[in-house]
């Protein structure tokens, strides 16, 4: 194990009464959350403050368990995930602001409630910083992490994405960076284009966004599937503010047009799909889809974040605060618009699917909560082609 000093591991019996879950008011507000689920139920909330980097694991029994590590940096951002069998999971922390930067790797132990590792990511050569841990690599125990891209040619615009592996104990499992020349702009490419669990990488075209096009993000580079502007004769908008992967053949995403907020969801294969609105929040003057999205471990619930806004009479700006819209993905409607009631850290709530049951875990007002979605009952839904899959109807906790 890597050099690590664990400063406390405590576990507590789940007790009856409300899902939210307090922290001492006399600890100062976090500078940065992030949370998730795994398949198994397990979720894992994370909060970054001065000096320390608390993890808390939650058992889908009620069982919690908390981890800490001491925190030297002014980090302000993390990333949780777990792979795809639930025991392990990996916490990245770095600092958004800072372009030359380190970004540490915690790994834990899900089912032995224990630190396995911590280490550094340092940019090595074929790099550049910052690195972006961006997930497991399929089925596998490997993290895969990539840099920001880099800009090698300008006639087209051509961007280099280099993609590493490593292992829990931070070994590099690759011989060197695996890289993707992409013709498009630096701009254009994010870390959110990455799905290490179909071993894929997605970017926008040039000098037209669509086709969407993708390949594989390791190994030998090979042509994947790609999204044009059209399906089944209904419009695409190939500049999403937010997108996720619910399975190999599926990909869901979101963006904020003139008119609405739209999402949609393409089957690859077979290059059908559904698109539905969703309306606006509570401020009629806008909102903006900000790129936060998280997707329940079992594929069949998407989350993501919006920021509400209003303009007064000399079109100044003015934050009214956010909130986080659900929706079903097969088929594809509107589960609900969940408003916190606080302002939302980035990457600070976590959708899950089990049992008939839809929730999201997220962090509001200095706590924890787990908040049941009804189905909404004016969800609109239209369909860009037959579908024959149905969810179960959520029901409340």
Known sequence: MTSLR??????VAALAGPLSYARNTAQPSPKAVCAAYST???????ELVTGSVNLRIIEKSGRSTTLNVPQQSDADDCRVFFNSKGDLLTVAVRKRSEIKQTTRLLVADTVQLRWVSDFALNPQAGLQA????????????????????????????????????????GKSISQE?????????????????ADPAHNRLWYLSYPDFCPIRSTTLTGKQTPGPEISNRVSGEQIDCLP????????????????????????RVDLGATTGEKIPVRRGRFPNGDQIDGNGSLSPDGQVFAFSRHQFSYGRFDNFSYKGSDIVVVQVRPLRLLGVIVPGADLYQHGFAADHRDGKTSVLVFSSGVWKKLSVEPSKSSEHSAMAPNNGRLPTPTTH
Do not use: C, H, K
């Open 177 to 193: 960076p695996y890289e993707r020349a992409i013709v498009g702009n630096i701009q254009n490419q994010r870390e959110e284009f």
């Open 130 to 169: 910052p690195l972006s841990p961006v997930g497991f690599l399929r089925d596998s125990q490997s993290i895969v992490v990539e840099d920001y891209g880099q800009e090698i040619s300008q006639s087209p615009p051509t961007t280099a994405i280099r993609t590493i592996i490593v292992d829990s104990l």
């Open 6 to 11: 664990v400063l406390s591991l405590v576990t």
């Open 241 to 264: 503010d937010v997108i996720a992967y619910p399975d190999d053949n599926t990909l869901i995403m979101a963006a904020t047009l003139s008119d609405r907020d739209t999402v949609w």
């Open 40 to 46: 198994t139920g397990t979720s894992a909330e994370v």
